[in-house]
T-cell receptor, first 118, second 114 residues
């Protein structure tokens, strides 16, 4: 079974600074996607960024970028120029893209609460 | 992208009663799922809602407790049956597009059982 681990229950950052959230995962599959979701107090799950396992290039979305290390099964999120609106719970998630009974299902990490200080 | 709505957004229920949560998507999605998020915790998959057939449940979740329907490609319901305080959670539905590499979530239903 796939597992996703976020070892940082809480992180904090000063506004305009950079912060990195860590995520490791375990899978025997070679074809999968990894995601970072943001959940603010409104509860809405917002997709921040996704990475396809077959792509070596790290995904980037504006101020958000990932460091995908497939061999190490590591998938960290870097937030640059942090803003007050970035404060939320961040979840790392995995989904199998190879078919079978787990196809499409998301496995989530424990989450990291990010606080942004003005 | 798909927009997903849920009703109700929150409810307070008495022990032993049941609550049905509705999930509506504004466009067709290939797969629909129901997740539970216990207070301060991560999301756990309850089941896959299959169109026109019985849902597929994850380990630890059973149909008698969480009956699910999906009569068409854009609508699903989850019932939390015979509720106890341990069922107090946020329940979220989600859907995937044809590519399966993006999953959209509803805003969640916050359930409190007294």
């Amino acid at each position: 079974a796939q597992t996703v681990t976020q070892s940082q229950p809480e992180m904090s950052v000063q506004e305009a600074e950079t912060v990195t959230l860590s995520c490791t995962y375990d899978t025997s599959e070679s074809d999968y996607y990894l995601f970072w979701y943001k959940q603010p107090p409104s509860r809405q799950m917002i997709l921040v960024i996704r990475q396809e396992a077959y792509k070596q290039q790290n995904a980037t979305e504006n101020r958000f970028s990932v460091n995908f290390q497939k061999a190490a099964k590591s998938f960290s999120l870097k937030i640059s120029d942090s803003q007050l609106g970035d404060a939320a719970m961040y979840f790392c998630a995995y989904t199998n893209n190879a078919g079978g009974t787990s196809y499409g299902k998301l496995t989530f990490g424990q989450g990291t609460i990010l606080t942004v200080h003005p | 992208s798909a927009v997903i709505s849920q009703k109700p957004s929150r409810d307070i229920c008495q022990r032993g009663t049941s609550l049905t949560i509705q999930c509506q998507v504004d466009s067709q999605v290939t797969m629909m799922f129901w997740y539970r998020q216990q207070p301060g915790q991560s999301l756990t998959l309850i089941a896959t809602a299959n169109q026109g057939s019985e849902a597929t449940y994850e380990s630890g979740f059973v149909i008698d407790k969480f009956p699910i329907s999906r009569p068409n490609l854009t609508f699903s319901t989850l019932t939390v049956s015979n509720m106890s305080p341990e069922d107090s959670s946020i329940y979220l539905c989600s859907g995937t597009g044809a590519a399966h590499n993006e999953q959209f979530f509803g805003p969640g239903t916050r359930l409190t059982v007294l």
